[in-house]
């Protein structure tokens, strides 16, 4: 009943910078906590940032000083912007809605299909 689309994504060089962005679709009244997560390839999923609705946000200790996340609520949107990138930040970057409120009840679990961020030279 709502719909996550990622975009952002690609291949930078070591040092370079990525902002993803993910629109968030439907009959959506209030979105609550936004996440991003990233799954590179043989490790497990993990959280990269989140941000609530009203603006707290907490980063992973890896991303720390370098990512950013922001939302805009008017465009049901996040963004992650990714400064410094290391070839260690190479994964498939998923964007979460943790609780969507739409008419009649709250959706949960809602994510996005992923965009793909390579960092190398």
């Known amino acids: 009943q709502v719909q996550l689309v990622e975009s952002g994504g690609g291949l930078v060089q070591p040092g370079g910078s990525l902002r993803l962005s993910c629109v968030v679709s439907?009959?959506?009244?209030?979105?609550?906590?936004m996440a991003w997560y990233r799954q590179a390839p043989g490790k497990q999923r993990e959280l990269v940032a989140i941000i609530t609705s009203s603006g707290t946000t907490n980063y992973a200790d890896s991303v720390k000083g370098r990512f950013a996340i922001s939302r805009d609520n008017a465009k049901n949107t996040v963004y992650l912007q990714m400064n410094s990138l290391e070839p260690e930040d190479t994964a498939v970057y998923y964007c979460?809605?943790?609780?969507?409120?739409?008419?009649?009840?709250?959706?949960?679990?809602?994510w996005g299909q992923g965009t793909q961020v390579i960092v190398s030279s």
């Open positions: 979460n809605a943790d609780r969507v409120l739409i008419p009649g009840k709250y959706l949960t679990h809602n």
């Open positions: 439907g009959s959506i009244i209030s979105i609550d906590a």
